[in-house]
């Protein structure tokens, strides 16, 4: 059972910022929306390089059914050391977590150091093998108290926001390029880290043809009432 529930962030790019800021992103980056995967002259408007990309989407039946099948399919090791996953046990915190494996996962020289998201990694990191997934957990949730998610960022945006406990049908995952060039979809309600393959790309993860697949594939299985829930945000050179 989930050990906490907290008000839903709105995908809306200067709430991300802010929060990434206030965990320890550089502000050299900021969270951009995304108009299209697929139409060059709005890709146009994106900076680059693009280092992740945040996925909003509905909960659909059809979708639960196939993120259990997977699952029963795969295993619940892989190499930290490649990319970092954390568990989600915050209900309707799914925003933190999309949040956090895009940072845990930028390069270290784009975290400010001494701040809390350099703190998490460092705790982490020091537990080592011996550190275990509910243990991490257990580190991100007192992260959560420390920044008070609901206090501080739950009533922003440009919706009324829902109370902590409401099911909320919507949900943030991430997709970022783990250290050895694959791409990776990163899922706190997954067994762990979605390997994609090889990234089709070097430079610029929007073209990857591997994230344009699967976000193409969650939007084409999406019941008629969903087809148009979906947003995309993604990180990359502040634009001031």
């Known amino acids: 059972m989930d050990s906490k529930s907290v008000i839903p962030l709105e995908s809306n790019p200067a709430i991300f910022s802010e929060l990434a800021f206030k965990l320890g992103l550089c502000p050299v980056l900021e969270f951009h929306d995304v108009y299209s995967l697929t139409d060059p002259?709005?890709?146009?408007?994106?900076?680059?390089?693009?280092?992740?990309?945040?996925l909003l989407f509905p909960l659909t039946k059809g979708y639960?059914?196939?993120?259990?099948?997977?699952?029963?399919?795969?295993?619940?090791?892989?190499?930290k050391n490649i990319v970092h996953w954390f568990k989600q046990t915050i209900r309707n915190g799914c925003g933190l977590y999309a949040l956090l494996h895009i940072l845990s996962n930028l390069p270290s020289d784009l975290i400010i150091s001494n701040l809390t998201l350099s703190n998490l990694k460092s705790r982490i990191v020091?537990?080592?093998e011996s550190l275990s997934e509910n243990e991490v957990a257990k580190l991100v949730e007192e992260l959560e108290s420390q920044i008070?998610?609901?206090?501080?960022?739950?009533?922003?945006?440009?919706?009324?926001?829902p109370p902590p406990d409401v099911q909320i049908e919507l949900h943030f995952i991430t997709f970022v390029k783990g250290k050895d060039g694959h791409l990776y979809e990163l899922d706190g309600r997954r067994?762990?880290?979605?390997?994609?393959?090889k990234s089709t790309d070097d430079v610029h993860?929007?073209?990857?043809?591997?994230?344009?697949?699967?976000?193409?594939?969650?939007?084409d299985n999406a019941d008629d009432a969903n087809k148009h829930n979906f947003a995309i945000m993604a990180i990359?050179?502040?634009?001031?």
């Open 205 to 219: 993860i929007l073209n990857d043809e591997n994230l344009t697949k699967k976000i193409q594939f969650y939007i």
């Open 41 to 54: 002259d709005l890709l146009a408007f994106l900076p680059n390089p693009i280092y992740g990309v945040i």
């Open 191 to 197: 067994k762990g880290p979605v390997d994609l393959g």
């Open 126 to 128: 020091e537990g080592g």
């Open 64 to 79: 639960e059914d196939y993120r259990v099948s997977e699952d029963s399919k795969s295993s619940a090791t892989y190499n």
């Open 148 to 161: 008070k998610l609901d206090e501080n960022f739950g009533q922003k945006g440009q919706t009324e926001a």
């Open 236 to 240: 990359g050179p502040s634009l001031e």
